[in-house]
């Protein structure tokens, strides 16, 4: 069975900084996605950056960015110049490539950014 | 705009009464999901259908039961098996690549 170990149960940064959040997974599987999630007080599900297990170079969406490291079954989100918008629950996820392509999320991690 | 709706976004339950959650979606995916989201943890898998009149048990399926009559709806039932219902739900819904589309949830309350 697959597992995402979120580590940081609350994170708090100033705006303008930079802040990771980790995320360790388990799988015996070799082809998979993961995935980070934001979830602001809204409560809707936004996917925030996604990365191919077999992709070696990190996903970057402008502000975001992970370090995916396969074989040590890590996968981290970089925020950079973090912004107020940015105050949500992050979830790392997990979701093999075939059979039934569930989720399998992380506990999460709440982020606030103070002015 | 195509997307998923769950409705209602509050509801509120008697003790041994069952109550069904709405999951519909118009983007023409195969695969549906219901998940729990309990504070303080991530989201839980309930059940999930990757075809029309199939559907699995997630991780935590007792007191919970589905049907997927139709590929655009997923209906979800809590059950008076269900012990401790209280908690939020969101629906998802995927096509045979790896993006999720979630609803916005409903908050359920036992009173």
């Known amino acids: 069975a697959q597992t995402v170990t979120q580590s940081q149960p609350e994170m708090s940064v100033q705006e303008a900084e930079t802040v990771t959040l980790s995320c360790t997974y388990d799988?015996?599987?070799?082809?998979?996605?993961l995935f980070w999630y934001k979830q602001p007080p809204s409560r809707q599900m936004i996917l925030v950056i996604r990365?191919?297990?077999?992709?070696?170079q990190n996903a970057t969406e402008n502000r975001f960015s992970v370090n995916f490291q396969k074989a040590a079954k890590s996968f981290s989100l970089k925020i950079s110049d973090s912004q107020l918008g940015d105050t949500a629950m992050y979830f790392c996820?997990?979701?093999?490539?075939?059979?039934?392509?569930?989720?399998?999320f992380g506990q999460g991690t709440r982020l606030t950014i103070n002015p | 705009d195509g997307g998923i709706t769950q409705s209602p976004k509050y509801l509120f339950r008697k003790e041994g009464q069952n109550v069904t959650l709405s999951c519909e979606q118009n983007?023409?995916?195969?695969?549906m999901y219901w998940y729990r989201q309990d504070p303080g943890q991530g989201l839980r898998l309930i059940y999930y259908?990757?075809?029309?009149?199939?559907?699995q048990k997630g991780d935590i399926a007792e007191g919970y039961s589905v049907s997927r009559e139709k590929k655009e709806s997923f209906p979800l039932t809590v059950t008076s098996a269900q012990k401790n219902p209280t908690a939020f739900y969101l629906c998802?819904?995927?096509?045979?690549?790896?993006?999720?589309?979630f609803g916005s949830g409903t908050r359920l309350t036992v009173v």
């Open positions: 990365q191919e297990a077999y992709k070696q």
């Open positions: 983007l023409n995916h195969d695969a």
């Open positions: 799988t015996s599987e070799s082809n998979y996605y």
């Open positions: 998802a819904s995927s096509a045979l690549v790896w993006g999720y589309t």
């Open positions: 259908s990757q075809i029309v009149n199939d559907f």
């Open positions: 996820a997990f979701r093999i490539i075939q059979g039934a392509q569930k989720l399998v």
